[in-house]
């Protein structure tokens, strides 16, 4: 059965880091796609960044870009999200979810898109 365990979340001051993690397990990452989303109360999950198909590049929402890094580790069945320079407006409950890799994707991806889905982890950034 496939689980996705996603973690990492916390408080941190405007301009901080964090680093999510993600363990897949049940799921090939040859084919699926993992991605992570976010989401505010109030408001529809939105696509952050995930893995490209083909050449495995992540692709980023324009909001993050320069600031978060998508990294995967094959080995370990792990992906992971980088974000530095942290705003207010990323404070969000962050989601790693998985979608049928055959299946094209990109950043307007609508959450009921995907098949997979961890609990969530909090991020908070302070002004």
């Known amino acids: 059965e496939a689980e996705l365990v996603d973690s990492g979340g916390g408080l941190v001051q405007t301009g901080g880091s964090l680093r999510l993690s993600c363990v897949v397990s049940g799921l090939s990452f040859d084919r699926w796609r993992i991605a992570w989303y976010r989401q505010v109360p109030g408001k529809e999950r939105e696509a952050v960044a995930f893995i490209g198909k083909g050449n495995g590049k992540p692709v980023y929402a324009d909001f993050v870009k320069d600031r978060f890094t998508f990294s995967s580790d094959n080995a370990k069945n792990t992906v992971y999200l980088q974000m530095n320079n942290l705003k207010p407006e990323d404070t969000a409950n962050y989601y790693c979810?998985?979608?049928?890799?055959?299946?094209?994707?990109?950043?307007?991806?609508?959450?009921?898109?995907?098949?997979?889905w961890g609990k969530g982890t909090l991020v908070a950034v302070s002004a």
């Open positions: 979810g998985a979608r049928w890799a055959a299946h094209s994707m990109t950043v307007t991806t609508p959450p009921h898109g995907l098949d997979y």
